[in-house]
C-alpha cells in the first residue's frame, strides 16, 4: 500500500494523558538486590556523590547504614534533611519526613529500603506510599529495594526460603519505575561479608547464615532477581519497537482473569495469577462472586475476601465484583464477557461428598464448559487456624440452643395431634405433617435448626405410630425406604428454603441500597443550589449508611470547609479531621480511616472526583478496622453520585456565566455601535447650530436664529432621552432600580406624559379614552409616566405625520391596563414578542432613529411592578402596545 494511502494513526487519548502524568511525574530509579548486604545503599550513595559533584541538587530523604562503617562514610558530604519524630507507645522513634521534602523540592531525593512499614501515627502505612506522593510532586526519587519484597514473588520466596516476608511492594511500583539497576554479587562473597560483620551484627550474622543465607537460598533469590530484570528489559524492548514500528513477533493479545473468594490460599492465587499475566504480557482480572453463601460468612471471611480484592488492586489488577447464584456459570459468563484466555482458580480443599451436597465441583464443570479458556488450576496450603477456642458467648450459646429446642417442640406439638387423630388417619398421612415444622425452622432460623427438625419428625414418627409402637424397631418394610427418603427430602427443602431466605436477604439489602440512591438523585435533580444538595447528601447517606457524615467543599482560594454534617449529636470534625479531609481533596485518594494513608483518623474521606478535578470531600465515620467490599462499594457511589450532583451545579453556574458573559459581550457590542451613531448624530446638529450662530453672526435673521435654537433644544433633549435610556438600563440590568411606590393617578401620568412629549405629537390627531372609575394604584409614579412616555415616543417614530395616536385606560377588579395605539405600518407578527429585547428594532422602510432601548426598559420598570408587556397589530393598520399593573391594593379612603 502507497504511503499516502495509510490511515493516519490517531492518538489515544489515555496515552497521551499517561504520557503528559508521567512528564509532570518525578522519575523513580530502583537499586534491586537478590538479599540484604549486596551493596545497594552503597552504590545509591556513591551515585548520589556523581550526582552532586554534576551541580544536581540531591539530598539525603532516608538512609538507613546499619551500623556499616563504609556505609556511613559514604553519607558524608551528602545533604541530608532531618528525620520526624513521632510518640509511638511512650517512645520516640523517628521516620522520613516528607513535608521537609516537599518544601526542600530538591531535584533528587534518596529514600533508603522502600518495602520499609512506617510507625503508627505517620501521614502512609507504607514508605512507598510516602514515595508515591514525593514523585507526584515533581520530585526524582532513588530508592533500593530486595527481590523478595515483590509482591508477586511472596509465595516463592517463602517456599525457597522457608520465611514468609511481611513487608512487600506492589508489583506496579516497580514496574512503573524509570530505571531498575540489579546489584549483584556471588553467594561466596555475600557469605563472606556476612561473616565478617558487614552486613549484620555477628550474633544477627550466625543466625541468618543458618536460616535465610543458605547459599542454595542466595542462589535462587539472584535466578529470581535476574529473571525480573530480564523480564523488564524484554518489556521495554518490545515497548521500544512497538514505538518505532520495528516489525517483529508480537504476542497476541492475553487476559488472565483469577477468582477470588474467602479460601485461604486465594491471596497465593492472586500472585500465581499475577506472574502468569506479567510472563504473558497479559491484563489482569480479578473476580469475586457475590454468592446467597455470603451471609453465612464469618467476619474473618468476610476481611479475608476484602484483603485479597485489595492485595489484587496492589498487583495492578482490574478487580471486578458480582452478584450470582452459581459461582462456576457466572465464572464463566465473565470470562466470555471480557474475552478471557486463562482462568485461574484453586484445586479444592474439600471432599468430593462436600461438593455434591453444595451444587457439584466448580472446577470439573469450568473445565467441562470452559471451551477455548486455558484453566489454571492451583495447588495451594491449608490455612493456619488462629481462632480462639471459645468462639461463641453464653448468649449465643443460650439463644442458639432456643432455636433448636423451638425447632423439637414444633415436631412434639405435630405428634400430639397425630396422635390424636391416629384412628381416622393412615400413618402415611402423618409424614406430609411434619414436613411443616421442618419448612418453618428453614425459613425462621436457618438449616441447622431445621435439619434437627427432619430429625426429630422421623424419630417421632417411628417411635409413636410405626409398629411395633412405643419402640424404634421397624417391621413395616416400605418404611425402610420411605423414612430415608422423607429425611432426603427434608433436607432439600430447608437447604433450598434458607438459600432463598438468604437472597430474599440479599435483596432487600441491594433494593434499599438502590432506593436510597435513586431517591436521593431524584431529589437533588431540580436542585441548583450546591449547598441544599451537600445538606441532602449528608442526611441520606447518614440514614442509609446509619453512619455518621460529613461534606466538605472548597471555597475561595482552594480552602477547604465543612459545607454540611449529619448522622452525629456533635460534631466529631476537629483540626485533624479537617488535615486528613484537606489532603484526601489535595491529592484525590481515599484517606483516614481503614485506608493505608493516615488511617488514625475516625472518618474515612472519599474525595468527590469528577473527570478531570475533585469537587469536594465526602467524610464517613467509620468504627471497623476494615470495611468489606459492599461496604466500601456502597460508599463508593454516595461519593460517586455526590461528586456528579456537586458537578452539574458547578457546570450549571459556569455556563450561566458564560452566558452572562456573552451577553455582555453582545450589549457593549450593541451599545457602541448604537451610542456611535445616536450620539454622533444630534452632537453634529448641535455643534452645526452653533458654529452658525458664532460664525456667521449678522447673517441669520431672528426667525433663523429661533430655529437654530430650537433645533439645539430638540437634539439636546433627545440626547437627554437617550442618556436616561442608557442609565435606566444599567439600574434594570444591576438590580439597583428601587421602587419608589406611592398611590398613583393613570390621568396624572398621561397629562404629564402628554406635556413631555408635547413637539412629538405636536400636529397630531389625539384621542385620550381614560375611564373616570379607574381607582389610584400604588406603584412609582415616575418610572410609570417614563414607560408612557416611551410608549407615545414610539408611537410618533413608526407613524406617519398627521395620523391618529389613541390613549385608552380600563380596569377590572385586579388590574390596570394601559395601551397606547398608532396608525404606523405595524409589526411583523415574529417580531411581536422581540420587540421587547434589548437593542432590537423591527426594520423599517425609513430611517427610524432610537437605539432599541426603550421598549426593553418599559418591560423591565412593569415586571418590577409585577406586571407586564405586550404589542399586536390593529385591524386597519398600526399597532397597540399595552401595558398591565397589578392593583390588589385599596387606597385610603380619604383619597378617593
Known amino acids: 500500500m502507497p504511503e499516502e494511502n495509510k490511515e493516519k494513526k490517531r492518538p489515544d487519548p489515555d496515552m497521551l494523558l499517561a504520557k503528559l502524568n508521567k512528564e509532570t511525574r518525578g522519575k523513580l530509579t530502583v537499586f534491586l538486590g537478590a538479599a540484604a548486604g549486596v551493596g545497594k ?443 430415608p427418603l422423607f429425611l432426603l427430602v427434608s433436607f432439600m427443602i430447608g437447604g433450598q428454603t434458607e438459600k432463598l431466605r438468604l437472597e430474599a436477604r440479599l435483596a432487600r439489602q441491594r433494593e434499599k441500597t438502590t432506593q436510597a440512591l435513586y431517591s436521593f438523585s431524584r431529589e437533588i435533580a431540580a436542585v441548583v443550589e450546591v449547598h441544599a444538595i451537600v445538606s441532602i447528601l449528608a442526611e441520606r447517606a447518614s440514614q442509609t449508611l446509619e453512619r455518621p457524615v460529613a461534606v466538605f467543599l472548597p471555597q475561595e482560594h482552594d480552602k477547604l470547609l465543612l459545607a454540611a454534617e449529619a448522622g452525629a449529636k456533635e460534631s466529631g470534625i476537629d483540626t485533624s479531621e479537617r488535615a486528613v479531609a484537606i489532603w484526601a481533596y489535595e491529592h484525590g485518594e481515599m484517606a483516614g480511616r481503614c485506608t493505608d494513608t493516615l488511617p488514625g483518623a475516625r472518618y474515612m474521606y472519599l474525595p468527590l472526583t469528577t473527570s478531570d478535578k475533585t ?41 450561566r456565566q458564560a452566558t452572562l458573559l456573552i451577553e455582555s459581550d453582545q450589549l457593549r457590542t450593541a451599545l457602541f455601535n448604537s451610542i456611535s451613531h445616536e450620539l454622533r448624530t444630534p452632537l453634529a446638529s448641535i455643534m452645526g447650530a452653533i458654529s452658525g450662530l458664532l460664525d456667521a453672526e449678522g ?48 390621568e396624572d401620568i398621561a397629562g404629564i406624559a402628554l406635556r413631555r412629549v408635547a413637539e412629538c405629537i405636536k400636529g397630531r390627531p389625539l384621542r385620550v379614552n381614560i375611564s373616570a372609575e379607574i381607582p389610584l394604584v400604588k406603584a412609582d409614579c415616575v418610572l410609570l409616566e417614563q414607560v408612557l412616555v416611551n410608549l407615545l415616543d414610539n408611537a410618533c417614530k413608526y407613524s406617519a405625520q398627521g395620523s391618529e395616536i389613541v390613549i385608552t385606560a380600563s380596569h377590572d377588579e385586579k388590574v390596570i391596563q394601559v395601551s397606547v395605539a398608532d396608525r404606523g405600518v405595524g409589526i411583523p407578527a415574529e417580531y411581536l414578542t422581540r420587540i421587547f429585547d434589548k437593542f432590537y428594532r423591527v426594520e423599517q422602510p425609513k430611517s427610524v432613529i432610537g437605539t432599541g432601548l426603550g421598549l426593553s426598559i418599559c418591560k423591565g420598570i412593569l415586571e418590577a411592578h409585577g406586571g407586564y408587556i405586550h404589542a399586536e397589530n390593529r385591524p386597519g393598520g398600526g399597532a397597540v402596545v399595552t401595558f398591565v399593573i397589578p392593583c390588589i391594593e385599596q387606597p385610603p379612603k380619604y383619597m378617593v
Open 41 to 483: 545503599t552503597y552504590t545509591m550513595l556513591e551515585t548520589a556523590h556523581e550526582m552532586l559533584a554534576a551541580g544536581v541538587d540531591v539530598v539525603i530523604g532516608w538512609v538507613e547504614t546499619h551500623k556499616r562503617q563504609e556505609t556511613e562514610k559514604m553519607v558524608e558530604g551528602l545533604p541530608c534533611l532531618p528525620a520526624k519524630d513521632i510518640e509511638h507507645r511512650g517512645r520516640i522513634l523517628r521516620e522520613m519526613n516528607i513535608d521537609a521534602i516537599l518544601a526542600r523540592k530538591p531535584k533528587v531525593v534518596l529514600v533508603d529500603e522502600l518495602a520499609h512499614t512506617n510507625v503508627a501515627g505517620s501521614r502512609h502505612v507504607r514508605r512507598f506510599q510516602d514515595v508515591e506522593e514525593i514523585l507526584n510532586a515533581g520530585i526524582d526519587v532513588t530508592t533500593t529495594l530486595n527481590i523478595q519484597h515483590i509482591e508477586s514473588l511472596n509465595d516463592i520466596v517463602a517456599q525457597i526460603t522457608g520465611v514468609t516476608v511481611r513487608e512487600t511492594v506492589p508489583d506496579r511500583i516497580v514496574e512503573q519505575a524509570d530505571q531498575v539497576q540489579l546489584i549483584d554479587i556471588p553467594p561466596n562473597e555475600l557469605i563472606k561479608r556476612l561473616k565478617e560483620g558487614k552486613v549484620y551484627m555477628p550474633r544477627q550474622a550466625e543466625v541468618a547464615l543458618n536460616k535465610f543465607f543458605r547459599p542454595g537460598n542466595i542462589n535462587a533469590l539472584r535466578e529470581l532477581a535476574l529473571r525480573f530484570t530480564a523480564y523488564r528489559v524484554d518489556k521495554e524492548l518490545n515497548e521500544y519497537m512497538q514505538e518505532h514500528d520495528i516489525p517483529g513477533p508480537w504476542p497476541a493479545g492475553e487476559r488472565v482473569m483469577v477468582c477470588v473468594s474467602s479460601s485461604p490460599f486465594s491471596a497465593q492465587l492472586i500472585r500465581a495469577a499475577r506472574r502468569l499475566a506479567r510472563g504473558l504480557q497479559a491484563e489482569l482480572l480479578a473476580v469475586h462472586i457475590d454468592t446467597p453463601r455470603r451471609l453465612e460468612l464469618s467476619e474473618k471471611e468476610r476481611d479475608r475476601i476484602f484483603s485479597n480484592m485489595r492485595l489484587a488492586e496492589e498487583l495492578g489488577a482490574k478487580t471486578i465484583s458480582v452478584v450470582g447464584k452459581d459461582l462456576a456459570e457466572e465464572l464463566l459468563a465473565m470470562t466470555r464477557e471480557h474475552n478471557v484466555t486463562h482462568l485461574v482458580v484453586g484445586k479444592p480443599l474439600r471432599g468430593r461428598i462436600w461438593e455434591w451436597l453444595h451444587g457439584g465441583a466448580v472446577v470439573d464443570k469450568l473445565i467441562r464448559y470452559s471451551g477455548g479458556v486455558n484453566i489454571h488450576v492451583i495447588q495451594g496450603n491449608t490455612e493456619v487456624r488462629d481462632d480462639p477456642k471459645i468462639k461463641t458467648t453464653v448468649s449465643t450459646v443460650s439463644i442458639s440452643l432456643w432455636v433448636y429446642l423451638v425447632s423439637i417442640l414444633m415436631v412434639i406439638l405435630v405428634t400430639i395431634g397425630n396422635w390424636w387423630w391416629r384412628e381416622y388417619l393412615e400413618p402415611i398421612h402423618f409424614m406430609m405433617l411434619y414436613l411443616l415444622p421442618v419448612l418453618l425452622s428453614a425459613v425462621w432460623w436457618g438449616k441447622g435448626p431445621s435439619y434437627v427438625a427432619a430429625l426429630s419428625s422421623v424419630l417421632f414418627f417411628d417411635f409413636f405410630f410405626i409398629t411395633p409402637i412405643l419402640t424404634f424397631s421397624i417391621s413395616d418394610l416400605p418404611y425402610m425406604w420411605s423414612l
Open 615 to 655: 469537587v469536594g470531600v465526602l467524610g464517613i465515620q467509620v468504627q471497623e478496622k476494615m470495611l468489606t467490599a459492599v461496604q466500601r462499594r456502597l460508599m463508593e457511589a454516595w461519593a460517586g453520585l455526590a461528586a456528579i450532583a456537586v458537578e452539574r451545579v458547578n457546570l450549571a453556574e459556569q455556563a
Open 699 to 746: 447673517v441669520y435673521s431672528v426667525t433663523d436664529q429661533k430655529d437654530l435654537l430650537e433645533t439645539i433644544k430638540e437634539e439636546a433633549n433627545r440626547m437627554d432621552r437617550l442618556v436616561a435610556n442608557l442609565l435606566d438600563t444599567a439600574r434594570l440590568e444591576s438590580g439597583m432600580m428601587q421602587l419608589k411606590k406611592d398611590w398613583c393617578d393613570i
